[in-house]
């Protein structure tokens, strides 16, 4: 089963006079990295906060939205007044200077910065605990939509795999027609040059035998053909994370398909060998996806 790190999860509910709203959305990425957005309250817990989506996560680029709503409740303020003092009077000084009313001063007092703040309130260990709660059930949504995307992934990837290891067997199919050519190409071109005569035969079968099995592609044939089963072994597997192993894998399976396509010096086998390239492309365009 596979897990892609695209994913989206929701969820909602209150906890105590609060309500909390959190959202989670992840996108592919090479390590795990976090968008947190929160309210002031739950500042002390963020770094457990951290801990729980990373371990849930794993892996990816990920954006948490955490918004908190009152339950209708009217938000507790505070009125720092020693600095609403220090504010009124050189205002209360421009104000006789200027010949102005100053009727409105407190209205102006209210707006400046720090006079009046929302109460430092915080999350007891109990609320927190609910929220705990809450978090963990957005995590499993996103994680049920990664599994949903997983599918999808794990069903094409098998398909390119599949495919690569068909145009194996029609390369396999080549290989004895491929030496005969090679043969025949090397004697004709001696007998072009030199004459049916001018060379020593023995000798020629020789170098070609020599050459030819410089040629072979046997041993990156059956390599080929292991890394693709290996690759769909790790497909069943039940770890989560796969996605880095089976990239290594198919860096593997690229490096043969191109000691062979370096190897083939045949038009016929070069075709199944740019067949191979461009599935394996594909395969490794879907990997990136994959948790």
Request: glycine share 4%; with cysteine.
């Amino acid at each position: 089963m596979l897990k892609s790190m695209t994913g989206y999860g929701r969820s909602e509910q209150s906890v105590s006079d609060k309500i909390f709203l959190i959202e989670i959305r992840s996108l592919n990425g090479k390590q795990f990295e976090i968008l947190l957005k929160m309210p002031q309250l739950l500042k002390p817990y963020e770094f457990e906060i951290r801990n729980i989506l990373s371990s849930s996560l794993v892996r990816g680029s990920v954006e948490c939205v955490i918004t908190l709503k009152q339950n209708g409740a009217a938000r507790p303020v505070s009125i720092n007044t020693e600095l609403a003092r220090s504010y009124y009077q050189p205002l209360a000084s421009l104000c006789e200077e200027l010949k102005l009313d100053p009727s409105h001063i407190l209205s102006s007092l209210i707006k400046l910065p720090e006079v009046v703040t929302p109460s430092t309130d915080v999350l007891t260990e109990e609320e927190f605990e609910k929220f705990k709660v809450l978090l963990n059930q957005a995590i499993s949504n996103i994680n049920t939509h990664r599994v949903e995307e997983g599918k999808v992934l794990e069903e094409d990837l098998m398909l390119r795999i599949n495919n690569i290891m068909q145009h194996q067997e029609k390369v396999k199919e080549l290989e004895p027609q491929r030496k005969k050519r090679i043969r025949e190409n090397m004697v004709k071109m001696l007998e072009e040059n030199v004459g049916k005569d001018g060379f020593d035969t023995n000798r020629l079968e020789q170098e070609l035998v020599y050459y030819i099995e410089k040629l072979d592609i046997t041993e990156e044939q059956v390599r080929l053909l292991n890394h693709c089963q290996y690759f769909k072994d790790i497909l069943n597997e039940v770890d989560d994370a796969k996605g880095k192993k089976l990239s290594f894998v198919l860096q593997e399976v690229g490096r043969e398909i191109n000691t062979t396509g370096a190897k083939a010096y045949d038009s016929a086998m070069q075709k199944f060998v740019v067949l191979m390239k461009d599935e394996l492309e594909k395969a490794k365009e879907q990997v990136l996806n994959v948790l």
